[in-house]
């Protein structure tokens, strides 16, 4: 888990299509909320344009989302080895692998959220970069999490003690706006089991590159790799809530976005099988613009619950959890 | 109102966009063309239009003002900045009004979103919505989305508008 910010270097001639975030999600078995937060810069640091994006959503189970996205001047964004924050949002990464923290104060959200994460789990994979666009995308995975803390959010508290939690690293160089995108998700049962997928797609979603589904079964990892991984969506679902609230506006067309209400996903080695069924509750609607150039991508957060069932390095799987699947292009 | 007044405001927004995206600044003025409207924010409005050189004139609204005039208020525009409320509901529950033929509405809209989609890469319109949101009054999420049909609409319009994939999806469908 050892890792560090990729913040590019004054003579990078491609810092313009500089992009970098930490990301967490924490999962309340017990209530059901489910937690994402993200502190992202987006364009070369230095420029006056680049912004940074700290977002902090919670969705409760039959109440919605609460929390926002925050943007500020990329110049704004406070950095350390692992750490990356907004005025109202940080994620920060212990370098040396030992917790991870989120924190968020959105006051006019009426938000105060203080999470820390420890690694209960193994090592999941070694970061990868990827060809992403005109450009690439590095991505690190982190072990599987027990999380703690505290949600204020209106109207309610809620309180994590022993929750699941996933957190990654994401950095790269390419353009929003570019004809790329991916689908990934984090499903986490409180047993012990994590799983985790990711595919590369076009922006229409209608090509696939790389596709890779990690599952951890109480210790235990096993990989499944493109045509071992098959993806049903149906149902059609759309988001109840879109930010930051600008270009939202900007982009009133995409209020309609069809997302699927279900995703099954069925994964075979030969050896190792796993079936699961995610049920999605809600969308949230995250829009990015690039700031260098004219372009936009739409990030769909897709939380809900999953059950999953299957063969797993010799332990039979028979789980239930919560899950968030991601949609962008 | 922001503390430079609405006037001021404006100029300030067009000059902001001259100066950082001439090409963003045109695509307003044809958009504009010679058109005048009116603007009004909380307590304020404003006449605006673009003289013969493309020049911006703002003068304060007196008496009935030119035909076309769009009018919210400060809360409505933190709101949507803060993704609080969608442009959709904010027009249906009458917090965005604008008035003038379907060009001259769609002109403003347009006009809007150039402004917008420019902000995205001009500091200096970024500082200017912050100017807008400072001590903009904060009201709680609304709990629903406001209906998209005014009044009852039958079984059978319904079935036409499910078919024909427009129908808004507080009734089942996608549209709107």
Known sequence: ?329 | MPDRGLAAFVAALVAGLDAGDPDAAARVRRLAGAHEARIGLDDEAVDVRFDGDGRLRVTSAVGDGPRCWGRTDRGTVADLLDARLEVRDAVLTGRIEVVGTVQEVAAIFAVVEVLIAASVRLPALQTLADELLAGAPVAPRPATRASWYPTEIGPVEIALLAELDLLADELGGAAG
């Not at chain 1, 595919?199 to 209608?206: D, E, I, L, S």
């Open chain 1, 1 to 329: 888990m050892r890792d560090h910010l990729r913040r590019p270097p004054a003579n990078d001639p491609s810092r313009g299509a500089y992009k970098e975030w930490l990301h967490v999600n924490a999962f309340d078995h017990e209530t059901g909320v489910i937690a994402l937060v993200n502190v992202s810069v987006h364009g070369d640091p230095d420029a006056q344009a680049s912004r940074a994006v700290g977002a902090a959503l919670v969705h409760v189970p039959g109440v919605g989302w609460a929390g926002n996205a925050e943007v500020v001047p990329a110049n704004a964004v406070g950095t350390d080895v692992l750490t990356l924050a907004t005025a109202g949002v940080a994620v920060a990464v212990d370098p040396s692998g030992a917790r991870v923290a989120a924190r968020a104060r959105l006051p006019r959200d009426q938000v105060d959220l203080s999470l820390e994460g420890v690694p209960v789990g193994p090592e999941l994979s070694a970061t990868s970069v990827m060809p992403f666009g005109s450009g690439h995308l590095g991505w690190a995975v982190y072990p599987r999490l027990s999380v703690a803390g505290t949600l204020g959010l209106p109207g309610r508290t809620v309180t994590m003690d022993g929750a699941g939690g996933y957190a990654d690293h994401n950095w790269g160089r390419w353009w929003w706006g570019d004809d790329a995108g991916w689908d990934w998700a984090c499903w986490h049962a409180p047993d012990g089991v994590l799983v985790v997928f990711s595919r590369m797609t076009n922006r229409a979603h209608t090509t696939t590159g790389l596709v890779l589904l990690t599952v951890e079964v109480r210790g235990r990892v096993v990989r499944f790799v493109d045509d071992q991984v098959l993806v049903e969506t149906s149902g059609r679902l759309w988001p109840s809530r879109r930010l930051p609230g600008a270009l939202a506006a900007l982009h009133t067309d995409r209020t309609a976005e069809r997302l699927p209400s279900r995703v099954v996903v069925h994964a075979s080695n030969g050896f190792d099988a796993l079936d699961l069924e995610f049920d999605v509750r809600d969308v949230a609607q995250l829009v990015m613009a690039e700031p260098a150039q004219p372009g936009f991508a739409f990030l769909h957060e897709l939380v809900g619950a999953f059950r999953c069932v299957g063969l797993i390095a010799g332990v039979r799987v028979d789980s239930v959890g919560l899950g968030v699947v991601e949609r962008a292009g």
